[in-house]
């Protein structure tokens, strides 16, 4: 089974409930972190704090928040190592202005 798979089956075997989130939001409140709940996708949301610059990357396994703009993203943050993708560099390295490849 590739890795891609595997992700895939996780996805769809991890459900988070409501009460599970609560909890997540109040222990972020606790260490004075601010949070925000996005009415909708949260991918759209998290690629405008990057764009605005009010988040330093996102983490998520999702590669599409490059597409929506996110300029930093951070995926296998729960591995030894973390994978930072840059979207200024690669769109760079492919020859493509940021006009470009917005949707």
Not at 10 to 31: A, P, Y
């Amino acid at each position: 089974m590739s890795r891609k798979q595997k992700i895939k089956l996780m996805k769809q075997s991890v459900v988070i409930t409501h009460e599970q989130m609560d909890e997540c939001v109040q222990m972020f409140k606790l260490l004075g972190m601010p949070t925000i709940k996005a009415k909708q996708e949260a991918d759209a949301q998290c690629a405008y704090l990057s764009k605005v610059k009010l988040v330093d990357a996102i983490a998520s396994e999702d590669m599409d928040l490059l597409t929506f703009g996110t300029e930093i993203l951070l995926r296998d943050i729960n591995k030894e190592k973390i994978v930072i993708y840059t979207l200024s560099k690669i769109l760079a390295e492919l020859k493509i202005r940021s006009e470009e490849h917005t949707l």
